[in-house]
């Protein structure tokens, strides 16, 4: 799925634009006990209360692909004949109409998801009848040839609040505050089937995750039974370790940069083209930057082998997920520095005397804790 399909399906999810009649939720304590589990009408719903329950489902939705929304691929054999997409058929096909289904789904998510704190599973079911679109991007509202059913879920912390004073309209005073329980924004989700090509696709599914430092493989294992590429935090670290392994004595600042400003360069372009599928970088792309830069062929032929080791044989990388296109950082034990990714050029090093020095341009503008600074003449190294 890409931002435009994913945007369409979000502005869809609204009460008062969507099909879904009933809410479905199971809250479960830290002891992965469940505490009570419903089936809600929506139309019956005060329509503040409904609209909360949409927002939770919809920050499913959200985030960065690659990052925080990630493309579940079933192999054709599951889809064919396998217990973990038959039950998510099940569960669209049914409408979470099968109380018996909606359990054992409840029950596969508790038995591989940890909290501190209690939590609630949110499920709901939606037909979107897609509006046909022109090639010039011309929507036609009246006029549908798709109609796509979902189900979407959101898993989120219930945290308990504070007993705090609050006013009371009635006695013009201050009390305190009863001591509530408080669903928070989703940490995990899905959505099944995808909707590519604005199109119902069983062989995909779209995988929720807040937090890009991990991606809760035993859930992933567990609802669709299937690898899912490293988190995007682990990729960035793995794809900064294989740079300096594999280069070893070659892997200078000039190399660095050169690979931070070809893959910023990629994606600011790609932006501006405005391009609907996410932007891949492949090892190709990344070996042949090594190239250009005059690394030499047994160097880029540990890093071909080492890559594959890492990521996968031939994988292809979000490049949001293994630079930081907004900032530029150079550390040392002692000191840290960060520069505008399209200013790396200021920063340069250089062997002074014996001595290994990284040298920053600062022709104007200088400030030291705030306060602005003149480099005199009086200033200039001697070797």
């Known amino acids: 799925m890409n931002d435009k399909e994913i945007g369409e399906l ?11 009649t009933a809410i479905c939720g199971c809250y479960v304590n830290g002891q992965k006990e469940i505490i009570t589990s419903f089936r809600q009408s929506l139309g019956l719903m005060p329509e503040n209360e409904a609209e909360k329950y949409f927002a939770l489902l919809k920050r499913s939705l959200s ?35 099968d109380e018996e289904l909606v359990q054992k789904l409840y029950t596969k998510i508790i038995e591989h998801v940890t909290m501190e704190d209690s939590y609630l599973i949110l499920l709901g079911c939606d037909t979107y009848d897609v509006p046909f679109k022109s090639k010039d991007d011309f929507v036609q509202k009246d006029n549908s040839d798709e109609s796509y059913t979902y189900i979407v879920c959101s898993i989120c912390p ?39 090509n604005r199109s119902t696709n069983i062989y995909n599914a779209l995988y929720y995750t807040k937090d890009t430092k991990q991606s809760n493989e035993e859930l992933v294992s567990a609802l669709f039974h299937t690898p899912i590429p490293k988190p995007a935090a682990e990729q960035k670290k793995s794809f900064e370790a294989l740079l300096g392994s ?112 990284i040298l920053i341009c600062a022709d104007e503008d200088v400030e030291v804790n705030g306060v602005s600074i003149h480099i005199h003449d009086r200033d200039k190294a001697t070797v």
């Not at 979000?10 to 879904?20: E, F, G, K, T, Y």
């Not at 690659?66 to 004949?81: E, M, R």
């Open 10 to 20: 979000r502005r869809h999810l609204r009460r008062d634009r969507s099909n879904m």
């Open 63 to 97: 985030g960065t692909i690659g990052k925080n929304l990630i493309d579940i691929c079933f192999k054709t054999a599951q889809v064919g004949n396998s217990e973990e997409h038959k039950l998510l058929m099940d569960l669209r096909e049914s409408r979470l109409k």
């Open 158 to 196: 219930v945290k308990q609040t504070k007993p705090n004073l609050h006013y009371v309209a009635e006695e013009k005073l201050f009390h305190d505050g009863a001591i509530n329980q408080m669903v928070s924004a989703p940490v995990l989700g899905f959505l099944f089937p995808a909707f590519d």
């Open 246 to 357: 594999a280069l070893d004595d070659e892997c200078s600042m000039e190399v660095v940069q050169e690979v931070h400003n070809q893959l910023c360069q990629r994606i600011e372009m790609h932006k501006e083209a405005k391009v609907a599928e996410p932007l891949m970088i492949t090892k190709e792309d990344v070996k042949q930057v090594l190239k250009e830069c005059g690394v030499s062929d047994n160097h880029v032929a540990k890093f071909s082998v080492d890559y594959d080791e890492a990521f996968g044989f031939e994988a292809d990388l979000h490049p949001k997920n293994i630079i930081d296109n907004k900032r530029f950082e150079i550390k040392t034990s002692d000191v840290s520095i960060k520069v505008a990714p399209d200013r790396a050029d200021l920063i340069e090093t250089r062997v002074i005397g014996g001595v290994k020095y």
